[in-house]
């Protein structure tokens, strides 16, 4: 069974910048997460998606980070204009409905 | 507050040795408690899951133990070997809205 994929895998990029984070979960999971993971911190989620509707994205800085799951499928996580704050390990993890999260490598950003 | 906390926030012990990794919830209502190995520059991994009527579960050389009443968890691993190296994640859902409080980790370093 092939894992939850995420590309890229590194990127760094200036601040004020944009960049965009692709994911691919498991088949057949119709949960899918984006978690932040700051460097000596637990995941901090950011938002929480069913098929293709949103269930949680209370801590998503809305102003800034943007996410999409139009089919139900694949999602990205964008995020415009970047800040030094937001380098971070950006991990994607899916699930069958309440079950046990698959996570990807995650794509580690390094904004400067 | 439901909070999540891990101690030590780091650990280093030699090759063989065993250890054992601590976590305090508030979590409250409580529904599971699991832990996640996270090895460097990968996404984490369950390892164990307990609910409230288990107070320990195993799986190969890493003991999770669960007391609900003083709110505590501890994960024993035997025997380390150097591939134990990684952080270890204590994770709790809260029962109402099924919320995932993370902890920050512990850093563990099995030295040859």
């Known amino acids: 069974e092939a894992g939850v994929a995420q590309s890229p895998r590194y990127k760094i990029i200036e601040k004020r910048q944009s960049v965009a984070f692709w994911c691919n979960p498991i088949?057949?999971?119709?949960?899918l997460y984006w978690y932040q993971q700051i460097l000596g911190q637990g995941p901090k989620l950011l938002i929480q998606?069913?098929?293709?509707?949103?269930?949680?994205d209370s801590q998503l800085p809305k102003d800034r980070f943007s996410a999409e799951r139009l089919k139900g499928v694949d999602s990205t996580l964008k995020i415009q204009p970047a800040k030094l704050e937001d380098s971070a390990v950006y991990l994607c993890?899916?699930?069958?409905?309440?079950?046990?999260?698959?996570f990807g490598p995650g794509t580690r950003l390094t904004v400067t | 507050k439901n909070q999540v906390e891990q101690s030590p926030q780091s650990l280093i012990i030699l090759e063989g040795k065993n250890c054992t990794l601590q976590?305090?919830?508030?979590?409250?209502?409580?529904?599971?408690l699991r832990w996640y190995k996270q090895d460097t520059g990968r996404g984490p991994v369950s390892l164990t899951i307990?609910?409230?009527s288990e107070n320990t579960k195993s799986n190969g050389r890493y003991t999770a133990t669960l007391d609900a009443d003083t709110k505590q968890s501890s994960l024993h691993i035997t025997a380390s070997q150097l591939s134990d190296s990684a952080s270890y994640i204590c994770?709790?859902?809260?029962?109402?809205?099924?919320?995932?409080?993370w902890g920050a980790g512990t850093k563990l370093i099995i030295k040859p």
């Open positions: 993890a899916s699930s069958l409905d309440w079950g046990e999260q698959y």
């Open positions: 088949s057949g999971h119709a949960t």
């Open positions: 998606f069913q098929n293709n509707g949103v269930v949680d």
């Open positions: 976590c305090n919830y508030t979590v409250s209502p409580f529904s599971n």
């Open positions: 307990m609910t409230f």
């Open positions: 994770v709790v859902r809260e029962d109402s809205n099924y919320q995932l409080i």
